[in-house]
Each structure stands twice: as structure tokens, then as C-alpha cells.
């Protein structure tokens, strides 16, 4: 397997920010504990990102397939910067987009069992929100050689540093975290917390107030 590129590493001692010095929807500052990662810094690793993908795609077209729903802000986030890109520079490469639902957790647990609903032009890839144990990723890109790709790379803004991990590792990555269950920037737990811009550490009470 190809290396990955470089990325930022949360350490386990990390504290992240108070909740006070960020803008947090009221009706989510008792369910979380810490800002961990703000928007703005998800934004600017996002557009490196967006560069390196660019410069290692070469010549090819691209399907750009985005794994609904962790992945949908950091999906529309990485292609926005990409289109700057292929606005802006001599070189630009035509893309094509294409959505996939997977589904697997239930509360903070992986059920172990993946739903994978719609995708009808699997020939590319890119976008997913979060690897936990690559688990996932497994099943997606054993379905996605079924329609012999030329070539598939896979970005994920999070991976999590888990003994659990089967040891996959993607393409490209944004940062890796500490094995916490995180939620917001469209991450959620039991469908709620996607409506929050930073990526935070969901508290006790939040667990127990969206409990499934
Ligand atoms: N947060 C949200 N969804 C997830 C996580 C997480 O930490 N791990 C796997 N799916
Ligand atoms: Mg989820």
C-alpha cells in the first residue's frame, strides 16, 4: 500500500478549547465537553489537502464519491477548494460527483454491521468523514473494485488512533485523533450534533440526552 501523506496528530493529552471562546448552538452546550477541533482549522487543513490530492491525481478525471452522511460537510468543504484550484491554476481536471450512504453505529458502538445504500458511478473515490477501525473502508473499497477502478484514493478528514484499528490507513488525511467519540462538522451521534461547525468532545449528559 502507498504511503500516506503527512497529517496533523491530536495527541492523547490534548485538552482542546472551552467551550466559551467559540459560537456553540445553545441547545448543545450542556451535551459537550471540549471544542476540539474549530471550524477554521478544519477548513485551512482541508484546502492543503485539496492541493495534495490535485498534484498526485496526475492527469485522470475524477469521480469524487462522497460517504453520506459523516462525510457531506468535509466532502462539499474539500471539493469547493479543489474547484478554487482548478479555477485558478494552468492545470484543471474534470469531476464528476457521486454519493454513497453507509451506516454502522449505533449510540458510540460500531454495530458491525454496514448498510450501504445508493452510488451509481463507483468508478473513483474520495471523502469520508472519520476512520475508526477501517472496518468500513474495508467493505466500501472491496464493493468499489467490483467495478474495476483505474485507480482509487481515499481522503478522510479524521482517523483514530484505536487498538481496535484492522490497520487500514487512507490516502490523504486531515488529523489523527485520540480514540474519543467525536461529534459536529456533520459527525453525530445517533443523528444529532451535525448541526455544529467545530468538532467537539460530546459530554456525559450528551450521550445520555440522545441516547438511542
Ligand atoms: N464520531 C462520530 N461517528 C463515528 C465516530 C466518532 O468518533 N467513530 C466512528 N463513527
Ligand atoms: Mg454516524
Do not use: W
Not at 17 to 32: A, N, R, S
Not at 84 to 92: E, F, G, P, T, Y
Request: charged residues 30%; glycine residues 8%; proline residues 4%.
Amino acid at each position: 500500500m502507498a504511503t500516506c501523506s503527512p497529517y496533523i496528530v491530536i495527541g492523547d493529552d490534548e485538552k482542546g478549547y472551552d467551550l466559551d471562546l467559540f459560537c456553540i448552538p445553545k441547545h448543545y452546550v450542556d451535551d459537550l465537553e471540549k471544542v476540539y477541533i474549530p471550524h477554521g482549522l478544519i477548513m485551512d487543513r482541508t484546502e492543503r489537502l485539496a492541493r495534495d490530492i490535485m498534484k498526485s491525481m496526475g492527469e485522470h478525471h475524477i469521480v469524487a464519491l462522497c460517504v453520506l452522511k459523516g462525510g457531506y460537510k468535509f466532502f462539499a468543504d474539500l471539493l469547493d477548494y479543489i474547484k478554487a484550484l482548478n479555477r485558478n491554476s494552468d492545470k484543471s481536471i474534470p469531476m464528476t460527483v457521486d454519493f454513497i450512504r453507509l451506516k454502522s453505529y449505533c449510540n458510540d458502538e460500531s454495530t458491525g454491521e454496514i448498510k450501504v445504500i445508493g452510488g451509481d458511478d463507483l468508478s473513483t473515490l474520495t471523502g469520508k468523514d472519520i476512520i475508526d477501525t477501517g472496518k468500513t473502508m474495508k467493505t466500501l473499497l472491496s464493493l468499489l473494485k467490483q467495478y474495476n477502478p483505474k485507480m482509487v484514493k481515499v481522503a478522510s478528514l479524521l482517523v483514530k488512533r484505536t487498538p481496535r484499528s484492522v490497520g487500514y490507513r487512507p490516502d490523504f488525511v486531515g488529523f489523527e485523533v485520540p480514540d474519543k467519540f467525536v461529534v459536529g462538522y456533520a459527525l453525530d451521534y445517533n443523528e444529532y450534533f451535525r448541526d455544529l461547525n467545530h468538532i467537539c468532545v460530546i459530554s456525559e449528559t450528551g450521550k445520555q440526552k440522545y441516547k438511542a
